[in-house]
């Protein structure tokens, strides 16, 4: 089988609450900083609800990585 179809355990979802976005610009900084990461397949932030919906390969990308992806672009990950 292709790697392309190989949908191993390694694949996960995740939804992340993101405090600081207030409008379209960050919500296109926080999808573009994650975006980036290897291992990011999807990223969906939502302004009104503060949430962001990432699905990632843990092979690949690790849930630090996409938190400091966050802090790093000027936004902070709630516990």
Do not use: F, W
């Not at 949908?7 to 975006?35: F, N, Q, Y």
Request: net charge negative; aromatic share 2%.
């Amino acid at each position: 089988m292709s790697r392309c179809c190989d949908h191993g355990s390694s694949r996960a979802d995740i939804t992340l609450k993101v405090s600081g976005m207030s409008c379209g610009h960050c919500k296109e900084a926080v999808e573009r900083s994650i975006g980036v990461l290897p291992g990011v397949s999807k990223v969906e932030a939502n302004i009104k609800d503060g949430k962001v919906e990432i699905s990632y390969d843990q092979s690949e990308v690790s849930l630090d990585d996409i938190r400091r992806a966050v802090e790093d672009a000027g936004y902070d990950v709630q516990d």
